[in-house]
């Protein structure tokens, strides 16, 4: 009968955790590998549009004052004939306007002008918040969306096991009475190196991964719907009962406009209050949003229907300047205007999250910090399958064995279920490995008492 020891708990919780963070670690690795790539490419989108779209982006600074809006999307729709969709100011004087048209083709595409004498620079397929189509790809890639609505499944799973798996890998890291949380790599080669390697890179970068993690989830479907819909039952993120009971569509935010803050894109669009009349101009709305303080970067959609409403919206590197302005297209009354100040606190938290995130907060060193973070994710994707690929068998898959001693403390059990519950498809996939975990034990019984 074996004694069970302080000693040999320990050893068995330790042992248990190690095979989880093993498992798991394998499970989620080539997901981590797209979200690191990608995360790290798109925090220089800018930088990369510009250096492979510079030739339609920039314009020579006139000392002329700049087109009106009608004259530039007339010039836009010249040269590409459709439906003006929406309005992009000159984000700045070295700037071109842009001109978002839908074809006869059904495309749309956004048309480059330069804002002084008309001068339509070229077009490319609307890329959205991207900016390019490159971009949009990058983008699209990194939340797996070209899989549809289970790559968001996948990559809200594989966040959650980040901030777990960063957790466990303190815990296996821990000096234990002999040198095991090693702060340098101490080893010359082989699988030790991996080992010192893998444990000196996350040890140096856990906090920004888990960072990473958690700003990213607010983006999942399943995490970041429960986090939009709490923040506004305890008016911490949009405050309760802003439209004062007017009118609204079914259509959010996010599917009309290309950025707006995250906390905001669910909203409902609002309806303008007349079905018919004559629609203010292009040139009347630009100088009422811009009259109302919004600053530059920001664009204007076009109303979508006869009851659709003109929307200016901006989503700057400063997210304090962040602002949606719904318009109704007949009266040009503001319906809504809302900035990060109107937003609880949840709310805030969470759009500062995500401009961190999308590395725009803190320029330059943001990004550059960001992507070294990225550039960890993936030394420790390369370390943990080097390790597993040296420790390995032949022809098996070299996990390790389920500890002897199955008893595991309470409290570790309470956080592995809270942890479940607090990240639900962290939890769907701790039972799926238990089932395996179960099922893989009972087969060895067997097989031994056979």
């Known amino acids: 009968m074996t004694k069970h020891t302080p000693r040999a708990a320990s050893a068995a919780l330790y042992n248990a955790i190690w095979r989880w963070h093993f498992i798991a670690g394998l499970v989620i ?27 339609l982006r920039f314009v020579e600074p006139a000392a002329s004052a700049p087109l009106l809006a ?33 074809g006869t ?40 969306e070209y899989v549809g609505w289970i790559g968001n499944r996948l990559i809200e799973m594989a966040a959650g096991w980040m901030v777990l798996l960063v957790a466990s890998g303190v815990y296996l890291w821990w000096p234990r009475g002999k040198k095991v949380g090693t702060l340098t790599i101490k080893a010359t080669r082989g699988r030790p190196w991996w080992r010192d390697l893998h444990a000196v890179t996350g040890i140096y970068t856990g906090v920004f991964i888990v ?10 479907s399943i995490w970041g719907g429960k986090f939009y819909d709490y923040a506004y039952a305890l008016g911490l993120g949009m405050p309760d009962g802003y439209w004062s009971g007017k009118p609204v569509s079914t259509v959010p935010v996010a599917g009309v406009v290309d950025r707006a803050p995250w906390i905001m894109e669910q909203q409902p669009m609002p309806l303008s209050t007349a079905a018919a009349g004559v629609p203010q101009a292009l ?27 003109f929307t200016a919206s901006v989503y700057p590197d400063d997210i304090t300047y962040e602002r949606v302005i719904h318009l109704d297209q007949y009266t040009g009354e503001v319906l809504y205007d809302a900035g990060l100040a109107d937003l609880g606190t949840l709310g805030r938290w969470a759009e500062w999250g995500i401009s961190v995130h999308m590395g725009q907060e803190f320029g330059l060193v943001n990004q550059i910090v960001l992507l070294l973070a990225c550039a960890a994710m993936v030394m420790l994707c390369v370390s943990a ?14 996990v390790p064995q389920v500890p002897a001693d199955w008893r595991i403390p309470r409290t570790l059990l309470l956080m592995a279920v809270a942890a479940g519950i607090f ?9 799926v490995l238990a089932a395996v975990e179960i099922g893989v034990f009972l087969a060895g019984r067997r097989l031994r008492m056979a």
């Open 29 to 55: 690795l080539p997901f981590v590998l797209i979200l690191a790539v990608t995360g790290g490419i798109y925090l220089f989108k800018d930088e990369i549009n510009d250096a492979a779209y510079g030739r």
């Open 70 to 102: 009608s004259q530039i999307s007339a010039a836009a729709l010249e040269a590409n004939p459709g439906t003006l969709k929406a309005y992009t100011p000159a984000a700045a004087a070295d700037r071109s306007a842009e001109v978002d048209i839908l």
């Open 105 to 144: 083709d059904g495309l749309k595409n956004t048309v480059y002008v330069d804002p002084y004498t008309g001068a339509v620079k070229g077009s490319l397929w609307d890329g959205g918040a991207a900016g390019s189509p490159a971009m949009y790809v990058v983008r699209k890639l990194h939340s797996l």
């Open 211 to 220: 960072f990473l993690a958690m700003t990213g989830l607010p983006w999942s």
């Open 283 to 309: 040139d009347s709305v630009v100088a009422k949003v811009e009259a109302l303080g919004i600053v530059p970067g920001y664009a204007v959609v076009m109303p979508n229907g006869p009851e659709g409403v």
């Open 385 to 398: 399958a080097a390790m597993w690929w040296k420790r390995r068998p032949s022809g098996a898959l070299g």
């Open 423 to 431: 990240f639900p498809l962290v939890g769907l996939s701790m039972l």
